[in-house]
């Protein structure tokens, strides 16, 4: 089954959320995620305690999610530029809010 695309909105909003809920665990740890998950992937962290064990599953599943959507955000941004180039026919851009719904 394929997976839905999302719009520009909607990954957006996405981000905006995954950053919100990766804030917590970065005040809460004391680390940028992107640093968190360099360690998390080497294996590098004593995660002995079993609600450590599950935030930094909960925390590394976040960061991947967040690290695909914004790569979908910049394949979807890149159609749209296309798009924008195909119909300006060499001329000026013509950017609205419109043209993003």
Avoid: V
């Avoid at 695309?5 to 995954?18: G, M, N, R, T, V």
């Avoid at 300006?88 to 809010?97: C, F, I, Q, V």
Wanted: a negative charge; aromatic letters at 8%.
């Amino acid at each position: 089954m394929a997976i839905q695309q999302l719009s520009i909105p909607e990954l957006l909003d996405s981000l905006l959320a995954l950053t919100q809920e990766l804030y917590s665990y970065e005040r809460a740890y004391n680390l940028a995620s992107e640093d968190f998950y360099t360690l998390f992937s080497q294996g590098k962290l004593d995660d002995g305690e079993p609600e450590q064990t599950e935030d930094f599953c909960l925390w590394a599943g976040l960061y991947e999610t967040k690290l695909a959507r914004e790569q979908a955000l910049r394949q979807a941004s890149q159609k749209t530029m296309q798009r924008l180039l195909k119909t300006s026919e060499g001329g000026k851009l013509r950017l609205s809010p419109q043209m993003a719904l």
